[in-house]
């Protein structure tokens, strides 16, 4: 095994044991949870997927044709195959938008948990604060290409090709920054100390 | 009662000829063949036979201000992919009552009004779908809307359905249609790629006007369902908003590359353009409005656009005699040597015409005359 092979094998296991403290206390799991459950809520709003446009009642709707639920609509947006409405809120549910978007939701999530296990942690090791949260804008932005870019109009861009095929790398990127993110503060948790 | 009827009842028959009768064509072999109709000229490469029966084309190719080529160079993706934008394929209507259910009185619709089939298109519903393969009078058609444009328009489809390829044009829709894969750039109707290239469709009026207008005109009219056959938020428009005008409508910016940049008025700017043979013509929607009457010149030939105040829209006759048209607001008739008639009925020649942002049809059109 090269140096760097051990090198990275010890930065996922200490990152992996870093997680593991995660699991074992409350107040991590809560930070687990909530920042999962924000980011999952933000970007399922960010998609398109969320929104509040109910009109108060309950309606419950679903395709007909299930397979379309592996219809691409865009970079990593997938056809809806029910509409869900409550009250104010309307979902649209498209389950690989929702794994996507799962999958985005927990590396964040566990990048805030191990961040916060830093930051209390009884020797500060220079943490680097909130790598995590930034690492999964990214993916936020993504959801703005659907149907054009609306997103450039706030910053008074105009869509050139170029723009628009770094788009399709938006959600992929969020998760390499994010993976990176962990590593990184996975390596300044120390277990031994929590 | 074919298309052509269908395009007369609503007060513009379909596809202007460079001869200037304002035929819609007939069958595709009753046309030149590809390539031997030039309209103004300037875009070449057509093909020697024609590649298959459907969509049905115009006997006379419309006007096109660019070389094929640098019309292909300069289309460019808008993100989804071909049919990332579904269009409904098999569309659903419901009366009035239903209509008034999902519609505010201000929203927007593309109404067509055939000799038996009425109906109206949501706004709402059409921006997440930009075509609805649809039948009216027994014909059938695609009825087509590109939100980054303002555009609504309508299209002979024959046997063959039309879809969204995901590609824009000077921000404009590019549509292909399902039986060549050809791409129809849709304020050109013009296919620019693919067998059918240098062919242009038959089109018939498409109405923009808001819900209460259009029924109470029409209050035998259908409206599209939401039933679409996909799952989609109608309640939320991706580009913004038009009742009041926000967002992306409203925004002094666009989104794509342009063809041209003219900036004697601000981008989304409506203007009801018409196509004629020597040229285009552009009539400022809200000039109209305070006017009711405009005229101007193309090829030293008049031709006036009349505002109907019933749907907030605007007929344009080709009237090479210069006939005095005067306009009665309050009745929402026009005369004529003293004779009233509709504004959509004049005696005079029609000309297709049809809402759209400036910079889209001053982009396509760059030679356009302006009136307001």
């Given amino acids: 095994m090269s140096g760097i092979e051990r090198t990275e094998a010890g930065l996922a296991s200490r990152t992996a044991a870093a997680v593991g403290v995660v699991g074992r206390r409350n107040d991590a799991r809560l930070v687990l949870a909530g920042t999962t459950l924000g980011y999952l809520l933000l970007y399922l709003y960010t998609v398109g997927d969320l929104a509040l446009t109910g009109d108060g009642g309950v309606t419950v709707f679903v395709v007909d044709d299930l397979s379309r639920a592996f219809t691409s609509l865009g970079f990593f947006r997938f056809e809806p195959i029910a509409l869900l409405e409550a009250g104010p809120i309307t979902y649209l549910f498209s389950p690989l938008n929702a794994i996507v978007a799962l999958v985005l939701a927990t590396l964040v999530g566990v990048n805030l948990a191990l961040t916060y296990l830093g930051w209390v942690q009884p020797k500060a090791c220079g943490l680097e604060a909130s790598s995590g949260v930034f690492a999964g804008i990214p993916a936020l932005l993504s959801g703005a290409a659907c149907c054009g870019p609306t997103v450039l109009l706030v910053f008074g861009i105009q869509a050139s090709g170029v723009l628009i095929t770094t788009f399709q790398y938006l959600v992929p990127m969020a998760v390499v920054l994010l993976v990176g993110s962990l590593l990184l503060i996975g390596r300044q948790v120390d277990p031994a100390l929590l | ?372």
Avoid at chain 2, 35 to 62: C, E, H, I, Y
Wanted: net charge negative; hydrophobic share 35%; charged share 25%.
């Fill in chain 2, 1 to 372: 009662m074919g298309v052509a009827g269908l395009a007369g009842c609503v007060g513009n028959s379909g596809v202007l000829s460079p001869g200037g009768s304002g035929s819609d064509g007939g069958t595709p072999t009753d046309g030149e063949p590809p390539g031997s109709t030039t309209g103004d000229g300037t875009t070449g490469g057509s093909n020697d036979v024609l590649p298959a029966k459907d969509p049905p084309v115009a006997a006379d190719r419309l006007p096109v201000a660019y070389d094929v080529g640098k019309l292909r160079n300069s289309v460019q993706s808008g993100g989804p992919p071909k049919d990332g934008i579904p269009s409904i394929d098999d569309p659903k209507f419901v009366g009035t009552a239903k209509g008034d259910e999902f519609l505010d009185r201000d929203d927007i619709v593309f109404g067509v009004a055939g000799e038996d089939d009425v109906k109206a298109y949501p706004q709402p519903i059409l921006v997440w779908h930009e075509i609805v393969n649809d039948v009216i009078d027994g014909d059938p058609v695609s009825v087509t809307y590109c939100p980054l444009t303002g555009t609504a328009m309508g299209f002979e489809r024959g046997t063959t359905e039309f879809g969204v390829s995901g590609k824009l044009l000077n921000n404009n829709l590019v549509m292909y249609d399902r039986n060549t894969d050809s791409r129809w750039p849709q304020i050109l109707a013009t296919a620019i790629r693919g067998g059918f290239e240098g062919r242009s469709l038959r089109e018939f009026r498409v109405v923009w006007t808001t819900w209460e207008q259009w029924k109470s005109l029409h209050p035998d009219t259908v409206v599209l369902s939401k039933k679409t056959g996909h799952v989609r938020n109608y309640e939320r428009d991706p580009y913004g908003m038009y009742t009041p005008k926000r967002g992306y409508y409203n925004s002094t910016k666009i989104l794509f590359h342009t063809l041209n940049d003219d900036d004697r008025y601000k981008p989304k700017t409506v203007v009801i353009g018409a196509r004629v043979p020597d040229g285009a013509i552009a009539f400022l929607k809200e000039s109209l409005r305070k006017a009711g009457v405009l005229e101007g010149q193309v090829a030293g030939v008049t031709h006036t656009a009349v505002y109907d105040d019933r749907l907030d829209t605007a007929y344009v006759y080709r009237n090479p005699d210069g006939v005095s048209v005067s306009l009665d607001g309050e009745s929402a008739t026009a005369t004529i040597d003293g004779e009233s008639y509709a504004p959509d009925a004049l005696p005079l020649e029609p000309v297709h015409a049809f809402d759209a942002m400036w910079f889209a049809w001053s982009g396509f059109y760059p030679e356009t005359e302006v009136v307001e």
